[in-house]
């Protein structure tokens, strides 16, 4: 589930959840609370959705809200501000009630030798027994008892240092609070002269910083303590730690991330502390409390993905039952020291468990060099196993496990959580990778020219593996590489357990970063090209076949010092790179008037100057001018940006051959034949590879894709799919084509000419650049037998775009990512179903499905219990905090007029109240000194002229229309607002609201205001789904959507 306030940017720094009801308040770092339910949602197979249900707001800088708890019955939210006073929102109606527990009333009972301001309110505990007792903490020390019935205080503490949080024991006999030199305090309910125990410093005696929350969990085996902070300042106050004590047992978890708030999870069986919940910044840890050592439990769903910084990723598609069981096998065994209990948090209805049709994988490289396996299959990503590279080399930045270390220091410290944002050597990091779903073999490759070929065996083994040097200038006279050095291999043998094992080891020279990598795991070929070549390697026999340079005479002077290493050309490329963005920016911008447009609308309006949209049939697009490529010193014409092994018709239309393909970045594109022999004989004669032909494409952009399509203009599948009868064999029939996308444009060419078939021209008609691409059957919904081929992009401008194949005819254009997102723009992976993922932030992963036969949706609902519905209009206290509209979800903007109301009657009704019965919620403020909101309080000949100006355009736009006699419906659409009259000192002010209202005339004669909707692209609808009429897939459309489909990742 997902919900998000889209007229709010402020951050969100507490959730109150409420008992029962489905429903949680969020307070938002503009002090303002909301709340939200969760609603069944009727279109999407009754899954969940979170509404913005309500929400209100104190003003004052004494009104600052700094805690919030709700009471036992979810009736109430105690809010505790920093001026002293605590609040009760009422939650049916969300508005702040008449009662208030103010400070003043507070401190009648508080010993007189007490006379300092107690301060903010720092915390609010209920009593477990007594609901109407409640404990208030106050900043300086002063805890009170407080009776909510019968408005007085039963008890008063008074601390002599700093309050951070109070906590109640399980009996309520006894309560602890916890301070901010480091120590806490136990104190009787009954009692308020002095501590039953305390102050009680864990790691004293020297100064600690505070213990920012406190835990008395109810136990069997004796009194739990859990709190988190408390460390001692001068040697361990930069530790992020939560300490959990009972008995001997004594352990303080540390964390790599700051602590934001942990809680005690009860056991359903005992009713005892079972399960503590830790949220860190990066990352949700659980603790085993029921299981001896408290070990931690391995988390089904949230785990953290960027426990490594990720640097690539890679989704593989229709993984093999029996590789996928094989690979979680080898995970779980993997688990050591791990909580061997059910996990502990349940809940909700699962819909289906049914196991998902087809099984996906989603592989994350990371920059410690480990590469992590995830089941992309369902809503929710569930870890399955983890290779780490940085076994195989030798470094001195490599430093040794310093965990067993700390097993004897004081305090007693323990690793908690994954996340782990230092890599010991940024050489080990994964720029590549590429897996076969049906054999297992896995391709990664690394930052410092390391190319590792793993294969699956569920064997423990020790073996020493094949190094394999490769050298791409070596007949290339004149250069030298100053950069960093390769990684050195072990020399000893290593130890690998079950699961991914590596067979050989491909090192480059120069140790550049890999740009571009593929597999053949039918032929057992990979290759793999950088920024100086490429090579081809033969994985059966281990040797090299083929080390091409593409290096020009430009590209040797600016490859020499290529790498993250060097510190003076990475912040010199940094700084060119953002001015070139902000350059593009404004190049791009579009011209004309600003508005709303379709998101699935035609080609936007060329920024040439002067040039109309090419939305008619019979138009041709306007080509914009596209500027030279700029030769700068940091352009590297011979990087490889693509790599494809497939069979085709490339020397006659008699025979296919097996070719590779490579495209680089100055539009050059290599195709060399390989000669494989037959399998029988396949690991004794070697294969001989020549070069067949060499196209230069005369835009000169970067070459970022190829792929062959068979006489049924498909895609070749993958290989050893037909194999596995996992796809249909390629279509032998003439003529097979070619599709080249560059960054500028895509153009298809028949083979074997390489005559041009057609082009699209996506730069000079959408002034945007191609930055990922993917290929996808697309299902009919109506039909499932029927099917087509498409290929979908993201383009610089964070567009996702849909082209059929081969005729590059675009289906689908959507604005989806922000343009200055580079960072997700560049790390989008397709599926073959027609789904993307890529990283909405640097722990997020967003999944988008551009079909719509495929979409990944929660299948688990909670009952959802309906709470009384709010009051129309919430009253506002005596404190001044105003109340705001609910917002009921599914009630549409447009409501239905009754019937006989005359115009007259409507320029009557309140001013909170416009055309059509829709609510404007916004009531007259009185703020605290006394001035009120209202606009006829402050008139202005300013405000007047800017009024009757707006009226003046509103009159414009409004038709009357009246019918009489007759019936019919009658829609008008018109931008127009409802009005009403304030008088002050003889002065008319006329405001104006725009709403949506349809609905149908009758005998009556009636006035009806439409708001106009945007212009809107004409479209064809087939199947229910829209597109363009120049769509060739028009017969079959139902198998596109209309919009992405879109689940957040957990």
Wanted: with cysteine; proline share 6%.
């Amino acid at each position: 589930m997902y919900g998000q306030r889209e007229d709010s940017e402020a951050a969100i720094t507490h959730l109150t959840f409420l008992k029962g009801q489905c429903r949680l308040v969020s307070l938002f770092e503009d002090n303002s609370l909301h709340l939200w339910q969760l609603n069944q949602q009727d279109d999407s197979g009754g899954s969940l959705e979170l509404v913005h249900a309500n929400s209100t707001c104190l003003e004052g800088k004494l009104k600052k809200i700094s805690v919030v708890v709700a009471d036992s019955k979810s009736e109430h939210l105690m809010v505790g501000t920093e001026g002293g006073n605590i609040y009760l929102l009422n939650l049916a109606t969300f508005a702040m009630s008449d009662n208030i527990i103010y400070q003043d009333v507070v401190m009648q009972n508080v010993p007189e030798d007490y006379k300092v301001n107690p301060g903010p309110v720092e915390a609010i505990a209920e009593h477990p027994t007594e609901p109407d007792k409640i404990l208030i903490g106050y900043q300086r020390g002063l805890i009170v008892l407080w009776d909510k019935k019968n408005l007085c205080a039963d008890q008063t503490y008074v601390c002599t240092q700093q309050l951070e949080s109070v906590c109640w024991h399980p009996d309520a006999s006894q309560f602890t609070t916890s301070h901010n030199d480091g120590s806490y305090m136990v104190w009787s309910s009954t009692e308020s002269s002095e501590p039953v125990d305390g102050p009680q410093t864990v790691y004293g005696p020297f100064p600690c910083k505070p213990i920012t929350k406190i835990l008395r969990p109810a136990t069997k085996e004796g009194d739990l303590i859990i709190f988190g902070g408390g460390m001692p300042r001068a040697s361990y106050g930069d530790r992020n730690t939560v300490t959990a004590m009972q008995g001997e047992f004594h352990y303080t978890f540390n964390l790599t991330s700051r602590v934001i708030d942990f809680v005690v999870v009860d056991d359903d069986e005992s009713g005892q502390a079972g399960c503590l919940v830790i949220l860190a910044e990066e990352e949700v840890v659980f603790i085993d409390l029921l299981t001896e050592e408290w070990p931690s439990f391995a988390a089904p769903y949230l785990a953290s993905l960027h426990s490594s910084a990720i640097t690539c990723l890679c989704f593989v598609s229709g993984i093999m039952p029996d590789l996928y069981e094989k690979i979680k096998e080898a995970g779980s065994k993997q688990q050591v020291g791990l909580s061997t209990r059910p996990w502990p948090i349940n809940g909700g209805i699962l819909q289906s468990s049914d196991p998902p049709k087809q099984r996906d994988l989603l592989l994350t490289g990371h920059e410690d060099g480990t590469v992590q396996f995830w089941d992309a299959s369902g809503v929710s990503l569930t870890h399955l196993y983890k290779f780490t590279t940085a076994k195989l080399f030798v470094s001195e930045d490599l430093a040794g496990d310093g965990a067993a270390a700390e097993d004897d220091d004081w305090p007693p410290f323990r690793k908690a959580g994954l996340f782990d944002p230092y890599s010991d050597d940024p050489r080990l990091g994964i720029k590549k990778m590429e897996m076969c779903a049906y054999t297992g073999t896995l391709v990664v490759a690394g930052t410092a020219g390391q190319v590792l070929i793993l294969n699956i065996n569920m064997e423990e083994k020790e073996l020493i593996p094949e190094a394999v040097d490769v050298n791409l200038v070596a007949e290339t006279d004149n250069f030298v590489w100053k950069s960093h050095s390769k990684l050195d291999m072990q020399n000893e043998a290593v130890k690998f357990e079950a699961g991914m094992q590596p067979t050989a080891v491909v090192q480059f020279y120069p140790p550049a970063s890999c740009t571009s990598l593929t597999l053949n795991s039918e032929w057992g070929l990979v290759a793999c090209g950088t920024a100086h070549g490429f090579a081809l390697f033969d994985i059966i026999q281990k040797k090299n076949l083929l080390a091409k340079s593409t290096l020009s005479p430009l590209d040797l002077a600016n490859t020499a010092d290529e790498g993250p290493m060097s510190r003076r050309k990475s912040l010199k490329k940094s700084l060119r790179e953002s001015f070139r963005r902000l350059r593009r920016g404004r190049s791009q911008r579009k011209t004309g008037k600003p508005g709303a447009t379709s998101p699935t609308g035609a080609h936007p309006q060329s920024a040439g100057g002067g040039g109309a949209a090419a939305d008619d049939d019979g138009l041709k697009p306007v080509e914009r001018a596209i500027e030279a490529r700029s030769q700068t010193s940091d352009y590297i014409g011979s990087m490889v940006r693509c790599l494809h092994l497939t069979k085709c018709f490339i020397a006659n239309t008699q025979l296919m051959s097996a070719t590779l393909w490579a495209g680089t970045n100055s539009g050059a594109i290599f195709v060399f034949t390989i000669a494989i022999p037959p399998s029988e004989k396949r690991s004794e004669i070697p294969l001989s590879v020549q070069i067949g032909k060499e196209i230069h494409l005369k835009h000169g952009a970067p070459v970022i894709s190829i792929c062959v399509l068979d006489g049924a203009n498909r895609p070749f599948p993958e290989p050893m799919a037909v194999k596995k009868e996992a796809a249909p064999a390629p279509n032998p029939n003439m003529p097979h084509r070619v599709l080249i996308c560059s960054e500028e444009q895509f153009k298809v060419f028949t083979l074997p000419q390489l005559k041009p078939f057609c082009k699209f021209k996506l730069t000079a008609h959408e002034g945007s650049r191609v930055r990922k691409i993917g290929y996808a059957d697309f299902v009919s919904t109506a039909d499932e037998s029927y099917r087509e081929a498409g290929f979908m992009i993201m383009s610089n401008l964070g567009d996702f775009s849909l082209y059929s194949l081969p005729d590059c005819r675009r289906q689908m254009q959507v604005a989806y990512i922000k343009r200055e997102d580079i960072n997700g723009i560049n790390s989008v992976v397709f599926s073959n179903r027609g789904e993307a993922l890529y990283m909405m932030s640097p722990c997020e992963l967003q999944r988008v499905s551009l079909s719509a036969r495929h979409i990944t949706r929660p299948c688990g609902t909670i009952p959802v219990v309906k709470p009384e519905p709010p009051a129309s209009e919430g009253p506002t206290g005596e404190d001044g905090a105003s109340s705001a509209a609910p917002e009921t979800q599914g009630e549409s903007a447009a409501t239905n007029e009754k019937e006989g109301e005359s115009g007259t009657a409507k320029e009557e009704k309140p001013a909170g109240e416009a055309i059509g019965g829709t609510v404007n919620k916004k009531v007259e403020e009185v703020k605290e000194n006394g001035d009120s909101s209202v606009l006829s309080g402050d008139i202005t000949i300013d405000s007047i002229r800017d009024h009757m100006d707006d009226l003046k355009l509103a009159e414009k736009s409004v038709e009357l229309v009246s019918g009489s006699g007759t019936s019919g419906s009658t829609v008008v659409t018109t931008s127009s607002a409802s009005t009403k009259q304030e008088s002050s000192s003889s002065v008319t002010i006329v405001k104006s609201t725009t709403i949506t209202s349809v609905s149908s005339s009758q005998e009556s004669s009636s006035i009806q205001v439409v708001e106009t909707a945007a212009s809107a692209v004409n479209h064809s609808a087939v199947n229910g789904t829209e597109t363009k009429k120049r769509a060739p897939l028009a017969k079959a459309e139902s198998f596109f959507s209309k919009e992405p489909r879109v689940v957040k990742e957990e």
